[in-house]
C-alpha cells in the first residue's frame, strides 16, 4: 500500500491522530509540506499568514460594525484619546491610536459607552489584547 501522499488531509489528519505525541507534525495548511511549530498546527510561515489573515478579518468586522460608525462611539473615542494620549498599558509609552473596551461590547453592551468601561491603546497592545482574548475563547 502507498502512504505517502501527505498532502491528501483525511490521511494525513489519520496519520496524526496515531501520533499524538509526536513532535513534529507536518503543517496543517493544505498542501504545505513543512513541519509545524511546537505547540500549534502550522508551520513558521502559515503561522503568521493565519496572523495577518485574521487581523484583516478584524478590521473588516469592525468596519462594518454600525457601532463603530455612530456618532455617540465616534465622539467618545475623540474624547478617550485626548484625554488618554499614551497607550495605558502599564509599561507601554506608545502614542494610543486605538480605543478599546475593558470589559467587551459582546459581554456588556450596555457598558459599551461608559467612558469607564473604555481605555486608550496604541495598536500594538490592542491587537495583542485581542489576540490573547480570541485565544481564551477558542479554549
Ligand atoms: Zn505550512
Ligand atoms: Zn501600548
Redesign the pocket.
Known amino acids: 500500500m502507498m502512504i505517502a501522499n501527505l498532502t491528501d488531509p483525511p490521511l494525513r489528519g489519520m496519520l496524526i491522530r496515531m501520533s499524538p505525541w509526536a513532535p513534529l507534525r507536518p503543517c496543517t495548511w493544505p498542501a504545505c509540506l513543512s513541519l509545524a511549530i511546537v505547540g500549534d498546527s502550522r508551520c513558521p510561515q502559515h503561522v503568521e499568514l493565519r496572523r495577518r489573515t485574521r487581523r484583516a478579518d478584524d478590521h473588516a468586522r469592525r468596519r462594518l460594525d454600525a457601532f463603530y460608525q455612530s456618532r455617540a462611539w465616534r465622539a467618545l473615542r475623540v474624547r478617550v484619546l485626548r484625554e488618554q494620549p499614551l ?3 502599564p509599561g ?3 502614542p ?1 491610536s486605538d480605543v478599546a473596551h475593558v470589559i467587551p461590547r459582546r459581554a456588556r453592551p450596555d457598558l459599551a459607552l461608559d467612558r469607564d468601561n473604555v481605555r486608550g ?6 491587537s495583542a489584547e485581542t489576540a490573547r482574548r480570541e485565544s481564551w475563547h477558542r479554549q
Open positions: 497607550c495605558s498599558r507601554c509609552a506608545t494610543s491603546l496604541c495598536h500594538a497592545c490592542h
